[in-house]
């Protein structure tokens, strides 16, 4: 029943900005982590930000300094500020998120459909 949707992808020349969006929704009772991955053509998916529930963030050194990750508890939603970006940032992007939809249920990792991100030279 739980559903992730990301939105907010699309065109733009390097050193341009996007911001993407995640909504969760469904039966939810509970979400842990949330994050976003990316994956390009022909390469394996990729963590590029992660914020625990209570506001730990982590990402890989290859965004950092140029990617933000928040969320917003109440709308269970995440989102993915991007700047100064770069034509190897090109690929799609996912949301992932742990969610428990039961108090008596361990979390499960949920995946969003994607959004494209290109990046042009």
Same mark, same amino acid.
């Given at each position: 029943?739980?559903?992730?949707?990301? #939105? @907010? %992808? %699309?065109? &733009?020349?390097?050193?341009?900005?996007?911001?993407?969006?995640?909504?969760? #929704?469904?039966?939810?009772?509970?979400?842990?982590?949330?994050?976003?991955?990316?994956?390009?053509?022909?390469?394996?998916?990729?963590?590029?930000?992660?914020?625990?529930? %209570?506001?730990?963030?982590?990402?890989?050194? #290859? /965004? !950092?300094?140029?990617?933000?990750?928040?969320?917003?508890?109440? !709308?269970?939603? &995440?989102?993915?500020?991007?700047? #100064?970006?770069?034509?190897?940032?090109? @690929?799609?992007?996912?949301?992932?998120? @742990?969610?428990?939809?039961?108090?008596?249920?361990?979390?499960?990792?949920?995946?969003?459909?994607?959004?494209?991100?290109? /990046?042009?030279?």
């Amino acid at each position: 029943q739980v559903q992730l949707v990301e #939105s @907010g %992808g %699309g065109l &733009v020349q390097a050193g341009g900005s996007l911001r993407l969006s995640c909504a969760a #929704s469904g039966s939810i009772f509970s979400i842990n982590v949330m994050a976003w991955y990316r994956q390009a053509p022909g390469k394996q998916r990729e963590l590029v930000a992660v914020i625990s529930s %209570g506001g730990r963030i982590n990402y890989p050194d #290859s /965004v !950092k300094g140029r990617f933000t990750i928040s969320r917003d508890n109440a !709308k269970n939603m &995440v989102y993915l500020q991007m700047i #100064s970006l770069k034509p190897e940032d090109t @690929g799609v992007y996912y949301c992932n998120a @742990g969610i428990r939809t039961h108090w008596a249920n361990a979390p499960h990792d949920y995946w969003g459909q994607g959004t494209q991100v290109t /990046v042009s030279s």
